[in-house]
């Protein structure tokens, strides 16, 4: 049969079993898959941002991974013009497309569109991150409730990036990064089926828990060693890096960074769900409950 351009999105929390599905799934329809992952995209990060193996590369296409540097200003607008263009790619000779990740704005810039937010001049962002860097994340906090109480009542308060994000907004137009979202969605000329992954809070805590501990057995350490020049970089202001960071400086001994990674990244689930779960369009399964997923998606397409 002749199917509608359609893009499954699978999506939901970190180690969940995500990429493990999407392969399974994007074979099936003997596709390829565009990474919705924020940190798999650069080049320099590996053990620490859980990229699918050189296995997996080999066994399907993706895009979006290795594909930038941290050195670059890598932001959702730059990832719904890169997946469009990966997207129609992939249309020119299939029906569908499969999309993977967890950071839930790339998607919703990739289904939606993003409303009108002005470039922001590289000194303003360095200098913000400069100072979060020296000061920590209660001084970007207070900045935030003192210049965007608008923004700080429905932040993440504890998610930097989008505390940073709201800051040079403010600082560069003076108005509150609120005030840019219209709420406006952009028609795609694509389907999207979105499937939604989720376990036990217990049984994803203890993947999440062991996968911390795979990466330190596979040289996650090491890895950060030869990041530490460019810690600074908004690419590395992240969970699994940040924290060895800390231990490197002396901060910390090296058992409390592994266990403020494990901590911090059961936070970051639990966000991720939070954003999710607000999304009435997405399917949600277990990981392992491919039939019934497969069969929702070919209903789909009836």
């Not at 990060?45 to 399907?60: C, R």
């Not at 137009?173 to 406006?184: A, C, E, L, W, Y």
């Not at 990674?261 to 399964?285: G, M, S, V």
Request: aromatic content about 10%; glycine content about 4%.
């Amino acid at each position: 049969m002749s199917l509608q351009k359609t893009v499954i999105i699978i999506c939901g929390p970190t180690a969940v079993g995500k990429t493990a599905l999407a392969i399974q799934i994007a074979k099936h329809f003997n596709t390829k898959i565009i990474s919705a992952d924020s940190r798999q995209c650069f080049k320099e990060l590996n053990i620490g941002v859980a990229k699918p193996s050189i296995k997996e590369l080999q066994t399907v296409e993706h895009f979006f991974i290795n594909s930038h540097s941290i050195q670059q200003n890598v932001h959702a607008a730059l990832f719904e013009q890169y997946a469009l263009e990966k997207v129609q790619e992939i249309f020119t000779n299939q029906s569908v497309a499969v999309m993977v990740g967890g950071t839930g704005l790339y998607i919703k810039a990739f289904c939606e569109g993003l409303d009108d937010v002005p470039a922001i001049p590289d000194e303003i962002r360095e200098n913000i991150i400069a100072n979060y860097q020296a000061n920590g994340l209660a001084w970007l906090q207070t900045q935030v409730k003192n210049i965007d109480e608008d923004f700080w009542q429905i932040a993440e308060q504890q998610n930097p990036q989008r505390l940073m994000r709201a800051l040079e907004v403010k600082s560069f137009t003076g108005k509150s990064i609120t005030s840019f979202r219209k709420g406006n969605v952009t028609k795609r000329n694509f389907h999207c089926i979105k499937i939604g992954l989720n376990l036990p809070r217990e049984a994803l805590y203890l993947n999440i828990n062991n996968r911390v501990d795979t990466m330190m057995q596979e040289g996650l350490l090491d890895e950060v060693k030869q990041l530490l020049a460019y810690q600074h970089f908004n690419a590395l202001q992240t969970v699994g890096y940040k924290e060895l960071f800390s231990f490197l400086q002396q901060q910390c001994s090296l058992q409390e960074a592994v266990e403020n990674i494990k901590k911090n990244t059961r936070h970051y689930a639990k966000r991720q769900l939070t954003w999710f779960k607000k999304d009435a369009a997405i399917q949600w399964y277990q990981p392992n409950d491919v039939t019934n997923i497969l069969a929702a998606i070919n209903s789909s397409f009836l």
